[in-house]
Structures are given as C-alpha cells and as structure tokens.
C-alpha cells in the first residue's frame, strides 16, 4: 500500500496564507497539515509517499527532504499548476499509481487519526470515504444506496439543495485496489484528458465510471470523526477550533459569540431562541421570496417603525427599531447620563455598556436569587439612580415580576424621576406569556418614563434576523434614539418578517404554549441530576448551581469534549459568591433536551470519560 498526496495547488482563496507558500505548509495549531498528514501515513507503515507538487514546489519539497531524511518519500511535478486541475496532478502520478494499492489524498485536509485507519481496515478494496452533508460543505457530492454503493457523483455545476438529504460529501480520501487503477481507472483517466482537457477534477472520472460500469465503488461514512477540508481563513479558524486542545476548543468557541451552525454537530445550549417557532410555512413563504428580499433595498425607519407598531400593537411614533437588542442598548447605553440601577446576576450588555463608577448594584441574598418588585424599590430608595434596568425574566436566573407588580414598579420609578428600562425579551416564554407584556398603548401611556426593551431572536426563534425594538410614549426620546441609529438599519429578510409575522401570530402562541410543556419536563428530569440544583425559571434556560466534586467549567467542558454538547459557563458572571460553581442550560425540543440529559447521567453512572482537567 501506498499514499499519493495531492499538493500542487495555489489556495487563491486563503490569500496571504498562501502567498509564498502551498497549503499544506499551513500550521494548525502550530502543526503544517503535511506534518500532521506524513506522520498519520508513515504510522500506517506504508511503503511509500507520492507528493505531486507545483505552485512553491521547491520550497515543499525541501522542508520535507530536510524534516524527512531517510523515509520513502518521492515526488512529481506539475510544471504548469496554474493552467491544470488536480486531475492532470494524478495523471503525473499514474506511473507510481499502477505499482500498487493506493490512498488517495489532498493535501488541505485535516483528520483524526482513525479516519486513515478507518479506511485501512475496511474490508471493501476500493473505497471512497465520505460524510453526510452539511451545511458548511463544498465540493463534490456522492448519492449512495443501502448497500453503501455509490450511485452517482454530484459535481457543483449539479448541485441542487432541494436533495440535500441524500448527498454526502467526499472527504477526498480514496482507498483504490491496484487491479482497479490499472483495468479502470488509469485507462479512462487518460481517455477523460484527452477528450476533455486538463483543467478537471479527477472525481470526474469516477463519476463517468459509475455511469457505465458498476465496478463496485464503495462509500465508507465516517460518522462521528472530525475532519475538515481549508480552502479559506475561516475554514482555517474552524480547523484551528476543531482540532485544539478540549481547553483552546471550549474557549475558540466561546469567543465566537455564535456562528456555531459552522462547527459539524455542535449541539448549542448556550444561546437563547423558541424551539418551536417560526414554523415550517412561515419558512417557507421567506423561502418563496427570498430572490425579491435579496435583491431588493429594505425600507428605512419610518415604515419599520410602523411594522414593528403593527407587530407589538403599539403606535408607530412610540416605537423604534433596532438591528438586534444589542443596538439599541448600545445607543441607550452610551447616551444616558447619571447612575443607573442594576441588579445582578443579569444580562450584562447593558452595565458593559456604561461607566462602571456610575452603577449601583442590588444582588438578591438568596440562593435562587429572587427578588419581588417591592425588594427592588427598599432598595433602591434613595440612591439617586437615574435610570434602572430590569430584565423580565432576568438572565440568567429566570427570575420573573408579574405586570402589575412591574406597573407598581413603573409608578415608583415615575414618582422618583427615574426612567425604568423594562426588557422583556423572555416574557414570552413566561406562564400566560402573552398577558405579560407591557407592550400596551395605554401602559407606556401610563408610564412615559417607562421605556421597554425587546430582543425579536429570542422568543421568536429568528436571530439571525438581528430584530429588536425599544418603545416608549415618550415621543422625544424615542425620537432621539431614531437619529442615533442609521436609518437603513435592518435588511429585507428582517423587514419581510415582520410585515407577515400576523398571519403566524396564532403558531406562535401555540409553539409558547408548547414550549412551557417541555421546560416542565424538562427541569423534573434535570432536577434527577445529583450534581445539579435546578434554579425554577420563567424564561427559556434554566440557571443551575453545580455541586460535589465537578466545577462549572469542567462540565462545560466535558460535554463539549466528550458529546459536542455546548452549556454556558456562568461562574464569572458577576453577583455570584466565588465558592458556587453555576451553569446556564436552554431548553431546546424533546429530541435535544433528552439527549443532553442522557449525557449527564453518563457522568453519575460512570459511562463517559473522566472529567477534562
């Protein structure tokens, strides 16, 4: 057996990471993928390594020649790189490729260790190893049938995402028999150049090879292994992410702050959305119109405001729409002059957002750390705050004031001069969530130092959207915050939302409805964890105080190492005593919420690997 590494190409797409150097010198995690790739080969002791080399060539070639002195490495050359594809780089090969059994590879990949070995010991002679599509995905695509043959090579010109159920992608490893290369696949290799060119893929030959002959190309899943294809620097960060060490993983990750979707199997339980909403056709009418919403400028604030009037129910000139939450609590932030009121543990983007000299912090002294309306007014009295922000249920406790007692609240605030930012992002999610929301004319009428916060991601289930409002009666304020944000500052998809989101109004209370179903279920089988305090919570996560002999961050970093299962570590946050140890848990559907607990009890039982120190 012998390897033949693909390593001619130029990688354009990486930029300066290539500039005077091909991909495979490219380190990850201080390691160049030929490095992390020779070593994985020669440890399958094989007879040789064929490297087809070309753009920066020389410079290849002597790292390895001088890192590699003694081991059975040669090389090819492919002198005209920058005109041909990777199929005229094997076809320099096919002298080497005739002598024996081969594994194919290309040089930008990055693998664990068993998918080598993987293929080594599959019993099928000639195979090619593949993983179920994703989204981050390129490339060429295979369909396959119940007994792991492939049916058909899907190229990109054929891609359809409409049969993105039944792709897999090629991870450009092939195992092929010696009887194999040199009865098919040599001689239509050279028949494919001829009648077609240089400039092709070699997978273009197999594809015609499975059409007129049903040589017996197997498919070898390699489910549950990490790999990954670098064509560009974010394919690079994930690689970095992917293949650290379980500590540089969970942090990389976590300081991402999102774009998880990116990260293959990554279950995410650390961000906040309704697992139940929107629904199938909803999506499906943003779908239908997706070409219009894409080519078409959304309108600026004045109509958006009057949709986001319509959405809530609330007057047009009351109401301001940001691109996300976290706008408009930037702009009110940084424009407030004066203490502010906070309590912690909360959502911290709004005292980031200020003079840290001019907070004045109210903790709970409690262990689940609940607080009423009235202990926020005791408290409060007298201090000279100008301003107090209450979540409503906060986060990440999920602790939660009801409208009448927030209304008292409202009045206290007023008779004091002080403005009450009231955000209520999770109210939705609360018991009779819709009777909860102070998003009423005659409310903020009632109140006008009141203003009242809303983040659309989170109940609503579409952050990638980035939507949120901020609405008052008082005109001039929202006024002012209009000026203080662009006026094109959501995109068509986000506007497009909230133009239909009526006819959907009643899948959104039945999916609230449905939800608050699951987060009883879930905290009882939360509750059967011994090492986990379950903190009651109206909103859509659950705060839980880690006990006995785990921290916080080693069981957020054993469920991220050993089920690629992502938990927030909540420790740092601020208004927790250094000796309690705390995790935030969502609540996502039935499917994922059984298979995180399932993993927790893995680790009183003894079924999962020892913790990650």
């Keep these: 057996m012998q390897a033949i590494i693909l390593a001619a190409g130029m990688g354009r797409r990486l930029g300066e990471y290539t500039a005077d150097n091909t991909k495979c010198m490219l380190e990850v995690n201080g ?23 070309g753009y920066e060539g020389d410079k290849l070639k002597n790292y390895i020649l001088q890192n590699y002195p003694g081991k059975p490495i040669v090389f090819v050359e492919n002198k005209v790189y920058d005109k041909t594809n990777n199929i005229y780089s094997l076809w320099l090969a096919r002298e080497y490729m005739a002598e024996s059994d081969t594994i194919l590879l290309e040089s930008d990949l990055i693998f664990e260790d068993n998918v080598l070995k993987s293929a080594l010991t599959c019993k099928d ?61 040599l001689p239509f290799l050279d028949a494919y150049i001829r009648a077609l060119g240089e400039n092709e893929y070699y997978e273009q030959v197999l594809r015609v090879l499975t059409i007129i002959d049903k040589f017996g190309l197997k498919a070898l899943p390699i489910t549950g292994m990490n790999w990954y294809e670098i064509d560009d620097v974010q394919d690079l960060r994930i690689a970095e992410t992917i293949f650290a060490s379980p500590e540089e993983r969970l942090k990389k990750i976590q300081n991402s702050y999102g774009g998880y979707w990116r990260y293959p199997k990554l279950l995410d339980f650390c961000y906040l959305v309704n697992p139940y909403f929107p629904r199938q056709r909803m999506i499906d009418e943003m779908k239908a119109n997706f070409e219009t919403l894409l080519r078409e400028y959304p309108s600026g604030m004045g109509i958006n405001s009057l949709l986001a009037g319509k959405y809530f129910g609330v007057r047009q000139k009351y109401i301001v729409v940001g691109n996300g939450a976290a706008e408009l609590i930037k702009s009110l932030m940084e424009n407030h002059n004066g203490k502010i009121g906070v309590i912690y543990p909360t959502f911290e983007e709004y005292p980031n957002r200020h003079d840290k000299t001019e907070l004045v912090v109210f903790t709970p002294d409690n262990p689940d750390f609940k607080y009423s309306a009235d202990d926020v007014m005791r408290f409060f009295e007298g201090k000279q705050i100008k301003s107090l922000i209450i979540v409503n249920p906060d986060n990440p406790s999920g602790n939660f004031i009801s409208v009448n007692d927030i209304t008292n609240l409202a009045r206290w605030a007023e008779n004091n001069g002080v403005r009450l930012i009231v955000d209520e992002s999770f109210v939705g999610f609360s018991d009779n969530g819709e009777l909860n929301s102070l998003l009423d004319n005659k409310i903020l009428e009632r109140f006008r130092t009141m203003c009242v916060m809303k983040s659309i991601s989170k109940s609503y289930g579409v952050p990638g959207l980035r939507l949120g409002i901020l609405a008052s009666a008082d005109v001039d304020f929202i006024n002012a915050m209009k000026k203080d944000v662009a006026i094109w500052n959501i995109n068509s998809f986000a506007e497009f939302y909230m133009q239909i989101f009526g006819k959907y109004e009643g899948d959104y209370i039945m999916a609230c ?13 939360l509750g059967e964890i011994p090492f986990l305090r379950v903190i009651p919570s109206q909103a859509n996560y659950f705060l839980c105080e880690v006990t006995g002999d785990i921290s916080s961050h080693e069981l957020t970093l054993n469920l991220l190492t050993d089920h690629n299962i992502l938990i927030k570590d909540c420790t740092s946050k601020k208004g927790f005593k250094s000796d309690r140890q705390y995790v935030r848990i969502a609540i996502r559907d039935r499917q994922d919420n059984s298979r995180l607990c399932e993993a927790l009890k893995g680790y009183c039982q003894g079924q999962s690997s020892p913790i990650v120190k």
Aim: charged residues 35%; positive net charge.
């Design 125 to 185: 002679r000639n195979v090619a190893l593949i993983s179920k599509y994703e989204n981050w995905m390129d490339g060429t695509m295979v369909k396959i049938d119940e007994n792991r043959n492939i049916i058909n090579f899907v190229p990109k010109a054929d891609f359809k995402y409409s049969d993105t159920e039944s792709y897999y992608k090629t991870v450009n490893i092939y195992k092929f028999s010696k009887d194999f290369i040199v009865s098919h696949y």
């Design 31 to 53: 390691i160049r993928l030929i490095d992390r790739m020779l070593a994985q080969l020669f440890d399958l002791e094989l007879e040789r390594v064929v490297i087809v080399v």
């Design 513 to 525: 409805d449905k939800f608050r179903e699951e987060r009883a279920i879930f905290k009882k089988e």
